[in-house]
């Protein structure tokens, strides 16, 4: 089911228009190569949109949002919108301060996504339009007890956005407002590491701008596919090793991961 997504991505290269924060750039250009994709970083309002033309899909992450590069934000998502190339959001810390809250609120407004990645924090956040967690981490995980709400909620919030919602953690939930898919790939080290987050957007990215037909797909793809990375990785640790190696070994797993091992490593049920 995930393979021929993966294959996709290797074989046609997509470049990828990433606006993304000055934390984990860099991470964000490796993975994007690693996975097989192109990255461009750009965040200049007088060349970002004619960047954005050109890409096969557009990451706009609000990690350090600043005023100047602002505008860029929903030319660059209008630019895609107009010629049909997938936007994802990564709503960075959305619960932090205003300032994002209403950054976020006016993207949705103003742009069309193709898919929402955020923890369950920033997805809670945005969907109710309040303040939430004071960082860019979650405060709040998926259990068995609380499991059926926010299948509920991702549900809904898809169906408002007409975007696939992509909500990480120890689980995660993807749905396009109908199917859910329930993914248990992943480890808790990935929390140690900053920019998990960041990378699994640019990796939906990559994904969707690979296979632009099949949205819920790749968005499912990307998630499991990084989840199975953060498994490789974390098996290759040595007595000494920490969250240092992890990450290292977690683009190493990116760059290595075939369509097979995804296929055969992909945990997940729909709901
Ligand atoms: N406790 C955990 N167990 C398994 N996987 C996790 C855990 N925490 C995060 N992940 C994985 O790490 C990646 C980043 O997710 P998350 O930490 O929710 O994003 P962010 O860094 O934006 O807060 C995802 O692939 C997610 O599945
Ligand atoms: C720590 C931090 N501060 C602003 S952006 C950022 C990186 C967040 O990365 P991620 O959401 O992938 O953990
Ligand atoms: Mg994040």
């Known amino acids: 089911m995930f393979a021929p997504l993966l294959q996709n991505l290797r074989d046609r290269h997509p470049l990828v228009h990433a606006i993304t924060n000055y934390v984990t750039a860099n991470d964000c250009a490796n993975l994007l190569l690693a996975c097989g994709a192109s990255p461009i970083m750009a965040d200049e309002p007088e060349e970002a949109p ?3 033309a ?9 990690g350090t949002l600043h005023r100047a590069t602002l505008p860029a934000l929903p030319a660059c998502g ?3 919108n107009a010629r049909g190339i997938p936007v994802v959001l990564d709503p960075v810390g ?9 950054t976020a609120l006016r993207l949705l407004r103003e ?9 369950l924090s920033e997805i809670e956040t945005l969907a109710r339009g309040q303040e939430g967690a004071p960082g860019v981490d979650s405060t709040d995980r998926v259990t068995a007890d609380n499991l059926d709400a926010c299948c509920a909620l991702v549900r809904e919030f898809a169906r408002r956005t007409g975007a696939v919602v992509a909500m990480s953690g120890s689980v995660d939930l993807v749905s396009d ?3 859910v898919y329930c993914i248990r790939n992943g480890h808790p080290m ?19 701008a690979a296979n632009p037909d099949r949205p819920l797909e790749a968005a499912a793809a990307a998630v499991c596919a990084m989840g199975l990375c953060g498994e490789i990785a974390h098996a290759r640790l040595g007595p000494e090793d920490g969250s240092g190696s992890f990450r290292t070994y977690l683009m190493d797993a990116v760059c290595r991961l075939t ?3 995804l296929e055969k490593g992909a945990r997940y049920e729909l709901r």
């Open 50 to 52: 004619e960047i954005t």
């Open 54 to 62: 050109r890409a096969a899909g557009l990451v706009l992450n609000l």
């Open 78 to 80: 209008r630019t895609a």
């Open 94 to 102: 959305v619960g932090a301060s205003r300032f994002r809250r209403d």
């Open 111 to 119: 742009v069309r996504f193709t898919v929402i990645r955020g923890n």
């Open 177 to 179: 407002g109908q199917t």
């Open 190 to 208: 990935m929390g140690l590491v900053t920019g998990t987050g960041c990378q699994l957007s640019c990796l939906t990215g990559a994904f969707a």
């Open 259 to 261: 369509p097979d091992q």
